[in-house]
């Protein structure tokens, strides 16, 4: 079965490095094809060395391929190039993709989307969100640190002492319990919130103080992902933060809805109330935004204060990024291929369980999730 890796556009991060390369190739009956200049971190040698074969041209490299690993999903001519029941790997976005998610049908290409892996223990190995959520909140602080023209620990000198930055984090999943950590490496005085009262202990253990506001019923759903807010409790919510907002040097937004548009929790006129020169990163940029007026992928100053919207900040920090994804990515494939029958498992009756059920959109021709197929019907 021959598994093949394309070279992203507008990212850094591959989905392979080489050292994952070798542990596919240790699997018997795999093989690695990867596009030539796949990274700008490892060279094709490198690739080479590790047993993967380096194909030159794009089409070519489809039209071979049994499974097609990504990052960002292929465009709907890429597709093409593809054969009839590969399995393209990749990030989708299904809940907001529909027109691609259905050219990959029509392509009968089946299709598997990395964000709807369940969040169980056994799936975990294998999930990227959270591989590189944890970069992403890493690298929006360290950007903010960048930004800030002030420091963030304390020091005390004989010229006398700078008070420590002080840094909120609105979200404290796992890109925010990962920026909390960092800002408090760095020495700043750290707050945080989050609609989800359980993180309240994850919090006070990284050393910050956790905002409390009582808004009532919040909750999760079953996969630990934080419900939607109603607007009286939003509503309040923006009241309770204010004064939090307002004082910090730093803010970190992190709020996403599972496959919905995130919240807006710091209005215009909110953004008023913050001092000049403080800065804030929005994770949520490419999901709509928790900070209003906040651009994709642009750092705009509104009221002297910055606004951070990269998207990719995982990008970044390319080289463990990708080392990440890549371990992710071996992870789940050697979860879906049963080597004695040279199969993916991702039939009930081929063995396919609740992690291959569960991220399969696709499969001959048809979207056959059936998540994804009632939020298509309900559109
Ligand atoms: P996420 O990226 O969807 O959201 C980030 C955070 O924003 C969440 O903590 C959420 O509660 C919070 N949030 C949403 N609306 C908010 C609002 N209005 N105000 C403030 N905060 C708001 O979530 P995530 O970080 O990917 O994951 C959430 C949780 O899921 C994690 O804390 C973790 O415990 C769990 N998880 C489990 C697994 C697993 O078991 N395999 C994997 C990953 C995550």
Not at 133 to 139: P, Q
Request: charged letters at 25%.
């Amino acid at each position: 079965m021959i598994v093949a890796v394309v070279r992203e556009e507008l990212d850094n991060r591959s989905a392979l490095i080489p050292e994952a390369v070798k542990k596919l190739m240790k699997i018997q009956g795999l093989e690695v094809h990867v596009e030539t200049n796949l990274s700008a971190h490892w060279t094709d040698e490198e690739y080479q060395a590790a047993g993967a074969r380096i194909i030159e041209n794009r089409e070519d490299l489809y039209g071979r391929a049994d499974v097609i690993l990504r990052i960002n999903p292929s465009d709907t001519r890429e597709i093409g190039y593809a054969k009839r029941n590969a399995l393209h790997v990749s990030l989708l976005d299904p809940y907001n993709n529909r027109k691609l998610v259905e050219a990959y049908a029509k392509a009968g290409v089946d299709a598997l989307s990395l964000e709807m892996i369940p969040r169980t223990t056994l799936a975990q190995k294998m999930d990227v969100l959270s591989s590189q959520a944890s970069l992403a909140g890493y690298v929006a602080v360290i950007k903010a640190a960048e930004r800030l023209a002030g420091i963030f620990p304390m020091m005390m000198t004989p010229a006398g002492t700078i008070a420590p930055a002080k840094v909120f984090v609105i979200g404290a999943g796992v890109a925010g319990l990962q920026a909390i950590a960092t800002a408090k490496r760095l020495g700043a005085r750290v707050e945080a919130f989050d609609t989800r009262p359980v993180v309240e202990e994850q919090v006070q253990s990284l050393g910050a103080k956790f905002l409390k506001v009582d808004l009532g019923e919040t909750g999760q759903t079953k996969d630990g992902y934080a419900k939607a807010l109603s607007s009286e409790q939003i509503a309040r919510q923006h009241e309770a933060m204010a004064r939090a907002i307002a004082g910090s040097d730093v803010t970190i937004t992190t709020a996403k809805l599972f496959g919905r548009k995130a919240p807006i929790l710091i209005t215009s006129k909110m953004l008023k109330s913050l001092r000049p020169g403080s800065i804030i990163v929005d994770l949520a940029a490419g999901s709509g935004g928790n900070v209003e007026g906040v651009e994709v992928d642009k750092e705009i100053v509104v009221d002297g204060v910055r606004i951070i919207g990269i998207d990719n900040l995982p990008g970044e920090v390319a080289v463990h990024a990708s080392q990440m994804f890549a371990s992710n990515m071996v992870n789940l494939l050697g979860h879906l291929y049963d080597v004695d029958n040279d199969i993916l498992k991702l039939d009930e009756g081929d063995g396919a369980d609740e992690i291959a059920l569960g991220c399969l959109i696709v499969r001959g021709g048809a979207v056959v999730h059936e998540g994804i197929k009632a939020h298509y019907e309900g559109e």
